[in-house]
């Protein structure tokens, strides 16, 4: 079964139904419509929920707009790279292909 795994802030909020979507970038995992998630917090063991992926959208980051940046939505467009590379550990520009993935939990 495929994983996504988030930090810890953004925990609560999905499992509140809050947060129903997530951005991800070089996706090696060919994410698609239908696909059942298992969803992991970093530096935790086992899942804390499970999501099946109700859309995709994919464009790239200077495409985003304002509902598809979820809590990035305040920062610039040069932020974002800079934020994404810290993640990624890779270079990021505004041509970068980004996955916005919407999910709904099991």
Do not use: W
């Not at 999501?51 to 979820?70: C, M």
Request: hydrophobic share 35%; with cysteine.
């Amino acid at each position: 079964m495929k994983t996504l795994k988030f930090t810890s802030n953004p925990v609560p909020k999905i499992l509140a139904g809050e947060k129903t979507s997530t951005r991800r970038l070089f996706d090696d995992k060919h994410l698609t419509k239908g696909d059942i998630l298992v969803l992991l917090e970093k530096d935790k063991t086992g899942p804390f929920a499970k999501a099946k992926i109700t859309k995709i959208a994919e464009k790239n980051i200077s495409e985003l707009v304002d509902e598809e940046k979820g809590s990035h939505g305040s920062q610039t467009l040069e932020e974002m790279c800079r934020h994404y590379e810290h993640l990624y550990n890779k270079a990021v520009t505004p041509e970068t292909a980004v996955k916005v993935i919407y999910f709904e939990l099991c």
